[in-house]
């Protein structure tokens, strides 16, 4: 099993920047990818970013070019730098790992974060 923290949700105007941070333990050794989701009130959840353990990058086109997803292996953390924010980046973010690496492999979902964005 892997455990998620996540940290560095907030409130922000806009234009402004936020870093989330994903913090991995138990058997980071089985993931092979980590990304983020986000829900929005009233919405349905919403892939933003993912990083593959050969960090092949996916992003959702609303965030190309404003968010930037990282991972430290060795820290078995992962974050994600969210530039230029806007309003419609409102919603809780979610860590997510895919834990695919080892027999009977399984995602895990962090508790998520609240970011919210005034305009």
């Known amino acids: 099993q892997v455990q998620l923290v996540e940290t560095g949700g907030g409130l922000v105007q806009t234009g402004g920047s936020l870093r989330l941070s994903c913090l991995a333990s138990g058997d980071t050794q089985c993931i092979s990818a980590m990304g983020w989701y986000r829900q929005a009130p009233g919405k349905e959840r919403e892939l933003v970013s993912t990083?593959?353990?050969?960090?092949?990058?996916y992003y959702a086109d609303s965030v190309k070019g404003r968010f930037t997803i990282s991972r430290d292996k060795d820290k078995n953390t992962m974050w994600m730098q969210m530039n230029s924010l806007k309003p419609e980046d409102t919603a809780i973010y979610y860590c997510?790992?895919?834990?695919?690496?080892?027999?009977?492999?399984?995602?895990?979902w962090g508790q998520g974060t609240q970011v919210t964005v005034s305009s």
């Open positions: 997510v790992v895919r834990a695919y690496l080892c027999a009977g492999g399984n995602s895990y």
């Open positions: 990083i593959t353990s050969v960090d092949s990058l």
